[in-house]
């Protein structure tokens, strides 16, 4: 049985934690990419725009499937 707090957090509207995976890979992806420019390593650089590019886009999508399609359908209901 999940506490209040836990389904608070994972199904409130104020939490939005999902999103935060796709953040963590998008600032992992900044760390490799700013080493990699430090040191002139040009893959390193590569690999870390990838992973920046890939989190920062994953955060959208996450945000968009967990949040926002939440509060359309709700908005659809209201509407009926």
């Known amino acids: 049985m999940r ?3 836990a389904h608070m957090i994972i199904r409130g509207e104020e939490g939005h ?4 995976i796709g953040a963590v890979i998008g600032g992992i992806g900044a760390i ?3 080493i ?3 040191a002139d390593i ?6 870390g725009a990838v992973v ?3 989190g920062l886009m994953g955060m959208l999508v996450i945000n ?5 399609y939440n509060i359309f359908g709700r ?4 509407e009926k």
Not at 42 to 47: K, Q
């Open 52 to 54: 920046l590019a890939v």
């Open 17 to 20: 934690a999902e999103p935060t």
């Open 36 to 38: 990699g420019a430090a």
């Open 64 to 68: 968009h499937m967990t949040v926002e």
């Open 32 to 34: 490799l990419l700013g």
């Open 42 to 47: 040009g893959w390193l650089d590569i690999v």
């Open 3 to 5: 506490s209040v707090l």
């Open 75 to 78: 908005l659809d209901k209201l």
